[in-house]
C-alpha cells in the first residue's frame, strides 16, 4: 500500500487531554517516525510535532482522532509524494 510522509502539528491547551492524546499516538505508534514535544510555560500550552509514513487513510484518521479531543488543536501537513 503506498504511504506518504506527514507531520500533524498539535497544540496542547489543557493538560487533562494529554493522556487522551498519548493512548492515541500508542495506538498508530507503527506509523510514526518521530515525535518532538516542547512545553511552552510563557502561554501555558505544550508545542508537539508528529511525524508520520503511513497510508493517506491512516494518517486522515488519526489527524481526525486527534482533532476531536477536547483542548487539542491540530493540523495536518502531507507530501506530494
Excluded: F, W
Excluded at 487531554?17 to 492515541?24: A, C, F, H, I, T
Excluded at 516542547?38 to 484518521?61: E, G, H, W
Aim: aromatic share 4%; with cysteine; net charge negative.
Amino acid at each position: 500500500m503506498e504511504t506518504r510522509v506527514s507531520i500533524i502539528g498539535i497544540i496542547v491547551e489543557k493538560t487533562d487531554s494529554v493522556d487522551k492524546l498519548n493512548e492515541l499516538l500508542h495506538e498508530y505508534g507503527e506509523y510514526i517516525i518521530g515525535r518532538m514535544g516542547l512545553p511552552y510555560q510563557k502561554k501555558n500550552v505544550n508545542i508537539i510535532s508528529i511525524a508520520l509514513d503511513a497510508p493517506m487513510d491512516i494518517i486522515n484518521t488519526l489527524s481526525g482522532k486527534i482533532g476531536m479531543i477536547d483542548g487539542i488543536s491540530s493540523k495536518l501537513v502531507c507530501s506530494k509524494v
